[in-house]
């Protein structure tokens, strides 16, 4: 069916090679689902996001479409800018994690530290 598609739309050689990466990293993520090294709502974000890079690639005139809807001159500044929001919600996504994991952190080493203070140390 894929195939079909391609033949139909006489993609370019870039649109081939970004829709088997797309595919290629779109099994990735169905394998961390199935392995469980993602949530769910991880693994149902990176499947939209690479299913809606291969739309792009195969129907290129669709961000024509929502360039239109958005109000912006061109599909490709659409995608542009879209690009940048999903980025810069991704950095903060990270910087919580960041933040979280730094709290987590310093809370163990509390806790070690204080442990270690009042337990006597064993010489070897």
Excluded: C
């Excluded at 129907?59 to 490709?76: H, I, K």
């Amino acid at each position: 069916m894929l195939i079909k598609i391609l033949e139909e739309k006489l993609m370019e050689l870039i649109q081939i090679v970004g829709v088997i990466f797309a595919l290629f990293a779109l099994s990735r993520v169905v394998l961390q689902l199935k392995r469980r090294s993602i949530s769910f709502n991880e693994g149902l974000f990176w499947i939209f996001v690479w299913g809606f890079v291969v739309i792009f690639l195969v129907f290129p005139e669709f961000f024509g479409y929502v360039a239109e809807v958005l109000g912006v001159g061109r599909g490709v500044d659409a995608l542009i800018y879209i690009s940048i929001v999903v980025l810069f919600y991704l950095i903060y996504r990270l910087y919580a994690k960041i933040n979280n994991l730094e709290r987590q952190i310093t809370h163990i080493v509390r806790e070690i530290a204080i442990r270690d203070r009042y337990e006597p140390k064993k010489r070897d």
